[in-house]
């Protein structure tokens, strides 16, 4: 196909898109897709690549998904027209599903009998049943603990409503019609695809709308092999921890990026294994967008004129080895996968920096919590439970850029929801939200701020949890210079007699009047701070968001009383400053585990734990990066065969 008819097929394409997500959105019962904006919707081929993603509204983290496992073992020789397939279970969809909240529906869409397309929609259900509300803690261990586990089954078959499967789904789930109305705004958006892409084909031709679909394809294949052909040959290593919710327990995501010319190999050998918490996720034998969030970001950054389908994953092969934290095996919980996930995003983006010259982008706040409270529901009786915000951070420095104040990049598409809102849906009252001040990185390109937000229970009891808080005790990284980010923390009833650090939340239960102070990390500065324009750091510092110590003790300004700036004394300071050695620049904490533990010897120990039985291997590692910890021995990889045969005798007594 010519470049201009696949320009205007690709164009074509993303106006159904859009106007489908569009109708989910506007059309959604739940508060958590509605305003928040998790879901979205997508066209792929009848091969289950996705050509045709949406921009506008709904999230960007599944650009490039490969729809096919949503039919699990259901042929594509058995559907028929106005078939529709529901499933939430990441096993048996091999990973298109990557935690059970996430509820997915597959329509085959059909064009004189032959299947030309599906139409894939999902939504973050804000309960499926199990064992909390909302179906999410950190500490479950099992899938079963999660709610209702549903394979890839027909909930429409040429039409007709399959009552017993939504019965099914409907029954266990504690909001049970708003959870239906979500389904049926995805269902609109599916119905929609399939009108607009039969209309194409009677403005085209068939055959023309399916040549449209790989020349699309082929378009943005072409154009990520051209940002990746710009990355220097070689292979680059990157390692980050997850902070699990046992004392002691930092959880290794590793990975070796290779460029070979315009082909990428990312291989997660030497991650972790999965573990006894909630962090797992499924990503199957495919290469999963995921996992290459940062990646897809990069590309698009370079090429924002590309297609947003899967062909920018073409060039792009993974290895994620089956039973780690990644690319867990059954029964493993993963309702809080998202924590793991935003961690293979810095790893992901800590490899691109390591290979590109000038460096790309600090780390983010590396948090993507998500609040979810249960109370009563003073409007219609009974238990409500309703998200009430996803609170992430400040945005980690780029080149030639700040972050952004209170948002991450990664998880950007997430809106606010509106205080107003919160307090009219839920028992809870918005005491504070706002900027925390002196939390930025300093860099040349400083981070964006943290957020504070404190909420208060009006009523007699009420239970919170809160999913995808992390970096509690690792800062988020800084690069070429640029100073660590700050790190989250949660303070229950702050400034009373009762105040208490609260660590990570796994479900908090709340008297009337109490009080949680959340407080969001803020990622890391890139470039050193004394090379940042010293009117840049007055600006803040007027804006409140910089003390005038800080500005002088972190990029060497110094400011008058008057709001001035002394233009002598700042160039003196800075010239007594320190720059920082090494292209990453991590907090104190975590390069005293890197003493003990350095990359390539932490990254051997995971996969020497994966010669033992499946379910000892989290706690062998755990062990064993403890013992030598508190021994304050280094390891090394001759060690580590005899550490785990010994930590797994332990075990066994």
């Known amino acids: 196909m010519d470049p201009v008819q696949t320009a205007i097929m690709a164009n074509r394409f993303n106006a159904i898109v859009e106007e489908a997500s569009s109708t989910l959105q506007r059309t959604a019962h739940t508060t958590f897709v509605k305003l928040v904006q998790d879901f979205q919707c997508a066209l792929a081929n009848a091969e289950g690549e996705a050509f045709a993603y949406p921009v506008n509204t709904g999230v960007s983290a599944f650009i490039g998904l490969s729809v096919k496992g949503g039919l699990g073992d259901i042929p594509l020789s058995s559907l028929k027209p106005g078939d529709c397939i529901i499933t939430n279970d990441p096993y048996s969809s091999d990973g298109m599903v990557t935690h059970m909240m996430d509820v997915s529906l597959v329509r085959p869409i059909f064009r004189d009998g032959q299947l030309i397309a599906l139409a894939w929609a999902f939504v973050h259900a804000s309960d499926i049943g199990g064992a ?60 929609s695809m399939d009108v607009r892409l039969g209309q194409l084909c009677d403005r085209y031709s068939t055959q023309e709308v399916i040549d449209g679909m790989g020349a699309t394809l082929a378009l943005s294949e072409a154009r990520a092999r051209e940002v990746i052909a710009e990355i220097p040959d070689g292979t680059y290593e990157f390692a980050d921890y997850i902070e699990g919710m046992k004392a002691g327990e930092f959880i290794n995501i590793y990975a070796r990026m290779t460029v070979c010319g315009s082909d990428l190999l990312f291989d997660f050998t030497g991650t972790d294994p999965q573990v006894l918490a909630a962090f797992n996720y499924v990503t199957g034998s495919t290469t999963h967008p995921y996992t290459l969030q940062s990646l897809i970001y990069y590309i698009l950054t370079k090429a924002p004129d590309a297609p947003r389908n899967r062909g920018l994953l073409r060039p792009v092969k993974i290895i994620a080895p089956r039973g780690t934290i990644i690319n867990a095996n059954f029964p493993a919980a993963g309702g809080s996968r998202v924590t793991a996930s935003t961690r293979v995003y810095d790893v992901v983006l800590g490899c691109l920096n390591a290979a590109i010259p000038e460096g790309l982008a600090a780390a983010g706040p590396g948090m993507s919590g998500i609040i979810v409270v249960t109370g009563r529901d003073r409007l219609h009786g009974g238990k409500r439970v309703s998200v009430i915000n996803p609170i992430c951070g400040g945005g980690g420095g780029k080149i030639g850029h700040d972050g952004i104040d209170g948002v991450d990049n990664r ?140 500005a002088r003790t972190a990029y060497g300004v110094v400011i008058r009383e008057d709001l001035s700036l002394n233009h002598s004394e700042t160039e003196k300071t800075r010239s007594a400053m320190k720059t920082r050695e090494g292209r990453f620049s991590h907090c104190e904490t975590r390069e005293t585990l890197d003493a003990i533990w350095p990359t390539e010897v932490r990254a051997a120990l995971a996969v020497g734990a994966f010669e033992y039985d499946g379910s000892l291997r989290a706690a062998l590692v755990r062990n064993t990066v403890s013992r030598f910890v508190e021994d304050r021995k280094v390891a090394t990889i001759d060690a580590i065969p005899a550490a785990l045969a010994e930590e797994d005798r332990r075990l066994q007594q």
Request: hydrophobic share 40%; proline share 5%.
């Open 132 to 191: 909390v509300p909302g179906s999410i803690a950190p500490t479950l261990t099992e899938t079963f603990q999660e709610g209702l586990r549903l394979r890839p089954v027909l909930l429409y078959r040429e039409g007709v409503l399959n009552e017993a499967v939504r019965n099914i789904l409907l029954d266990n789930s504690r909001i049970s019609s708003e959870l239906w109305g979500d389904i049926q705004a995805m269902l609109s958006a599916l119905k």
């Open 411 to 550: 998880s950007g598409s997430l809106l606010t929801v509106p205080a107003e809102t919160i307090e009219v849906e839920t028992v809870m009252r918005v005491r504070r939200y706002g900027l925390v001040a002196d939390s930025q990185a300093p860099g040349r390109w400083r981070s964006g701020a943290s957020v504070v937000l404190d909420l208060e229970n009006t009523d007699v009891e009420a239970v919170m949890t809160v999913r995808g808080m992390d970096r509690l005790k690792f800062t988020p990284w800084g690069i070429m210079g640029g100073a660590p980010g700050s790190l989250a923390r949660v303070i229950v009833n702050p400034g009373t007699k009762d105040e208490r650090d609260n660590g990570k939340i796994d479900v908090l239960h709340f008297k009337r009047g109490d009080i949680v102070r959340l407080i969001t990390p803020a990622g890391g500065g890139f470039g050193s701070p004394s090379e940042r324009d010293a009117e840049l750091v007055l600006s803040d510092v007027k804006r409140g968001l910089v003390s005038i110590e800080k």
